[in-house]
């Protein structure tokens, strides 16, 4: 099940709280003594900024898998360390990421140190918004495992937030890759909780199984797996990045929103609850892909009215970060998430992103 640390960080002992999620991360991640050691000093590094120049934020700490490779080959996993804030935010980022600068208004002692150690790192920061920063600690980059092709040229990232600071979330998400193909899912477990949350860790565990085949037919194997447990909203879009086609078929309140350059539209789901009450027909909407678009699904935690704002999503972000900022314009201290709240977010890669 998805275990997922929410620390809010508003004194010093949670600074504590947040090295010791990371600790605990890293041991499901299977990161030996030294990477362990990265983790925890990069969660304190972070929580430390978040106290002393953002007036406070939360950390979110979890372990993310990448998109099952060809021939079943299954990337290492990484402990993933969120940050978000309504603070000040940062006038200038590249001053803040050198090691040593420092200020009294704005997020910075710390972020060059968290840059160099992290496997990935990648912040968003906008003056009187807040910060984002995401950090991603797991294998050497020696022991990676990439995939060449059009297929190998798309990443996806997620932020999850538990209702409540509760242990598990209900929500969970996943990528997987065949060939040309790239399918992301998101599932909301019917409620919150651990009953919740082992609806949607069905889903996950089943999409690992249906990368060859059309959404459609991925969910109706998906009903099947979820069969005996609470079912779960979901959302699947698969990008045949080949023909340059994207294809969703989604059931329940998943939110699902595509950039087509520069603007948004909504993809629509159909009524109903995989694994219980999923409709008879399902129905697939296409459209194009291309290197200008983006995906964003999201459970129902954000508000119904949420909306992107012109630079939700940049090029060069990460989708990580792209999902945390979705999550911190749509919520604010005196307005938290009201529901487990999943976003993930499918994206091309730049062509000079290593």
């Known amino acids: ?74 990337g290492p996993r990484h402990v993933q360390i969120a940050t978000i804030d309504h603070g000040p935010g940062i006038t200038d980022v590249s001053a803040a ?82 060939g040309d193909l790239v399918t992301l899912m998101l599932a909301d477990g019917l409620g919150h909780g651990p009953e919740a949350a082992r609806a949607s860790t069905a889903a996950v565990e089943a999409l690992r199984a249906c990368a060859h085949v059309a959404p459609a037919e991925a969910v109706r194997r998906l009903d099947r797996a979820l069969a005996g447990t609470r079912g779960a909203a979901v959302a699947v879009a698969q990008v045949d990045t080949r023909a340059g086609a994207l294809t969703f078929t989604g059931v329940g309140n998943i939110g699902a929103r595509l950039c087509e350059g520069g603007t948004w539209r909504h993809l629509v789901s159909r009524p109903g609850i995989v694994g219980t009450h999923r409709p008879t027909t399902l129905r697939q909407e296409e459209t194009t892909w291309a290197e200008d678009r983006v995906l964003v699904l999201h459970s129902d935690g954000l508000p119904s009215r949420w909306s992107p704002t012109s630079d939700t999503y940049r090029a060069a972000t990460d989708p990580a970060v792209t999902a945390a900022v979705t999550i911190r314009d749509a919520s604010s201290p005196a307005r938290p998430v009201r529901d487990d709240t999943a976003v993930a977010v499918l994206a091309p890669t730049p062509p000079d992103h290593p």
């Open 97 to 178: 990421l050198r090691d040593g600068f420092t200020t009294t208004r704005s997020l910075g002692a710390g972020l060059g140190t968290c840059a160099r150690l992290a496997d990935d790192f990648d912040l968003h920061s906008v003056p009187g918004r807040g910060t984002v920063v995401v950090a991603r600690v797991g294998a050497v980059p020696e022991a990676r495992v990439t995939e060449s092709g059009p297929a190998g040229r798309l990443r996806a990232g997620a932020v999850n937030v538990p209702f409540g600071g509760a242990e598990y979330s209900g929500d969970a998400w996943a990528w997987v890759r065949d």
């Open 1 to 74: 099940m998805p275990r997922v640390w929410d620390v809010p960080v508003h004194d010093s002992t949670r600074v504590r709280d947040a090295r010791v999620a990371a600790e605990h991360a890293a041991a499901l991640a299977g990161l030996d003594e030294q990477r362990t050691s990265t983790a925890a000093l990069v969660a304190t590094e972070l929580a430390t900024n978040l106290l002393k120049h953002a007036g406070g934020g939360q950390v979110l700490v979890d372990v993310v898998a990448p998109a099952v490779l060809a021939a079943g080959r299954v």
